[in-house]
């Protein structure tokens, strides 16, 4: 990372930019991406457009805005991610000798408008992407499976679970190196696989897969990491369903111990979820008092949550909350949940995006 930074200290003493000095201004921004320093990635991307766009050079352009949507996408500010892949589409799809780059920012823009709930649109994305690598034979087993696992969590939200489970299969029979941030990994595309089986009620082979998916996890991103939870808390809310509750708790308590000794940053919903799957089994085992004091910190997550993908979440865990302090002889408090709880959903059921205002 050094000898990345000498080069853009350096280059900036020249008197006419070129196009290489855009290049390592973003490959010092992607590397920053890469350890998580959004806002020193943010910075350096910027400069890069700054550049790009005084030698008029559209794909270079194309591939800062690009990075710039990647950057957006990481810090959960969707709509931005959205507005940079789109202006990156714009300019390379007049050339066709970056068809494959362009498949990427395609692929991309869906995992955006998946997570803010947009499916429609998604699949429309995703449509672009599987039609370019097709007409241009792209040979990326890596893209191949990150646009099966896309089109496999459409179909699981859109409730399309052969679909679904047919499409996380057959990702998983690519063989790939996941390369950045946004490249799906094996062991995703295994626990997704396992939700799929949970749903269906196939609950043996839902344990295997999350324990399929736990095993890669462990080495890659490693045993420390926060994503881990993402699996734990699977296994914990699977063995909660078919009653294994002292197993549940394990498998919550060690992603809550992972989470609150991470060192690495992390989506605050991964704690609100795991918070909520313990407080869930303190319920089952009749323990108000640990429940309340789990889902307290649970609830005061939930309300700082704005996206509509989350709002499902957020109002079981506020009315989980309230029914507990109700328990607890606290109606005051409770009441005052369930209003909010209310509010939420009087806002999901009447609130139509702009897209959708037709």
Same mark, same amino acid.
């Given at each position: 990372?050094?000898?990345?930074?000498?080069?853009?200290?350096?280059l900036?003493?020249?008197t006419?930019?070129?196009?290489?000095?855009?290049v390592?201004l973003?490959?010092?921004?992607?590397?920053?991406y890469?350890?998580?320093?959004?806002a020193?990635a943010e910075?350096?991307?910027?400069?890069?457009l700054v550049?790009?766009?005084?030698?008029?050079?559209d794909?270079?352009?194309?591939?800062?805005?690009?990075?710039?949507?990647?950057?957006?996408?990481?810090?959960?500010?969707f709509?931005?991610a959205e507005?940079d892949?789109?202006?990156a589409i714009?300019l390379?799809?007049?050339?066709?000798?970056?068809?494959h780059?362009?498949?990427?920012?395609w692929?991309?823009?869906?995992?955006?408008?998946?997570?803010?709930?947009r499916?429609g649109?998604?699949?429309a994305?995703?449509k672009?992407?599987?039609?370019?690598?097709?007409k241009?034979?792209?040979?990326?087993p890596?893209?191949?499976?990150?646009i +099966?696992? $896309? =089109? !496999?969590?459409? *179909?699981?939200h859109?409730r399309?679970m052969?679909? /679904?489970? &047919?499409? %996380?299969l #057959?990702a998983?029979?690519?063989q790939?190196?996941?390369?950045?941030?946004?490249?799906?990994?094996?062991?995703?595309?295994?626990?997704?696989l396992?939700?799929?089986?949970?749903?269906?009620?196939?609950?043996?082979?839902?344990e295997?897969?999350?324990?399929?998916?736990?095993q890669?996890?462990?080495?890659?991103?490693?045993?420390?990491?926060?994503n881990?939870?993402?699996? +734990?808390d $699977? =296994? !914990?809310s699977? *063995?909660?369903?078919?009653?294994?509750?002292?197993? /549940?708790e &394990?498998? %919550?308590? #060690?992603?809550?111990?992972?989470?609150?000794?991470?060192?690495?940053?992390?989506?605050?919903?991964?704690?609100?979820?795991?918070?909520y799957?313990?407080?869930g089994?303190?319920l089952?085992?009749n323990?108000?008092?640990?429940a309340?004091?789990?889902?307290?910190?649970?609830?005061?997550?939930?309300?700082?949550?704005v996206?509509?993908?989350?709002?499902?979440?957020?109002?079981d865990?506020l009315?989980?909350?309230?029914k507990?302090?109700k328990?607890?002889?606290?109606s005051?408090?409770a009441?005052?949940?369930?209003?909010?709880?209310?509010?939420?959903?009087?806002?999901?059921a009447?609130?139509?995006?702009?897209?959708?205002?037709?």
């Amino acid at each position: 990372m050094a000898s990345v930074l000498l080069t853009i200290t350096l280059l900036f003493g020249r008197t006419i930019p070129g196009a290489e000095d855009c290049v390592s201004l973003r490959e010092a921004g992607l590397a920053e991406y890469e350890m998580g320093h959004y806002a020193r990635a943010e910075e350096f991307i910027r400069k890069a457009l700054v550049l790009t766009e005084t030698i008029n050079n559209d794909c270079e352009v194309a591939l800062s805005y690009s990075a710039l949507g990647d950057i957006q996408q990481a810090k959960r500010q969707f709509a931005d991610a959205e507005r940079d892949y789109r202006k990156a589409i714009s300019l390379l799809s007049h050339h066709r000798e970056r068809s494959h780059a362009l498949a990427t920012v395609w692929r991309n823009l869906t995992a955006a408008s998946t997570a803010e709930g947009r499916y429609g649109e998604a699949l429309a994305a995703l449509k672009e992407a599987s039609r370019l690598v097709a007409k241009n034979k792209v040979e990326d087993p890596c893209l191949n499976a990150q646009i +099966l696992t $896309n =089109l !496999g969590v459409i *179909y699981y939200h859109q409730r399309k679970m052969a679909k /679904a489970q &047919s499409s %996380f299969l #057959r990702a998983t029979e690519f063989q790939f190196t996941a390369n950045n941030l946004l490249d799906v990994d094996l062991w995703q595309i295994i626990n997704n696989l396992g939700r799929v089986y949970q749903v269906t009620r196939q609950y043996a082979k839902s344990e295997d897969a999350y324990r399929r998916s736990l095993q890669l996890a462990e080495v890659r991103p490693g045993r420390s990491d926060p994503n881990l939870s993402i699996v +734990l808390d $699977n =296994l !914990g809310s699977l *063995y909660a369903v078919t009653g294994r509750y002292h197993e /549940a708790e &394990s498998q %919550f308590q #060690r992603s809550l111990a992972i989470l609150e000794q991470s060192r690495t940053s992390f989506d605050a919903m991964f704690m609100m979820r795991t918070l909520y799957g313990l407080g869930g089994i303190y319920l089952l085992e009749n323990d108000a008092i640990r429940a309340e004091e789990m889902l307290a910190r649970a609830a005061e997550i939930a309300r700082g949550r704005v996206l509509a993908v989350e709002m499902p979440e957020v109002v079981d865990v506020l009315d989980t909350y309230a029914k507990v302090l109700k328990d607890l002889s606290n109606s005051v408090e409770a009441q005052r949940l369930q209003m909010e709880a209310q509010r939420i959903r009087a806002s999901m059921a009447y609130t139509v995006r702009v897209g959708n205002a037709k």
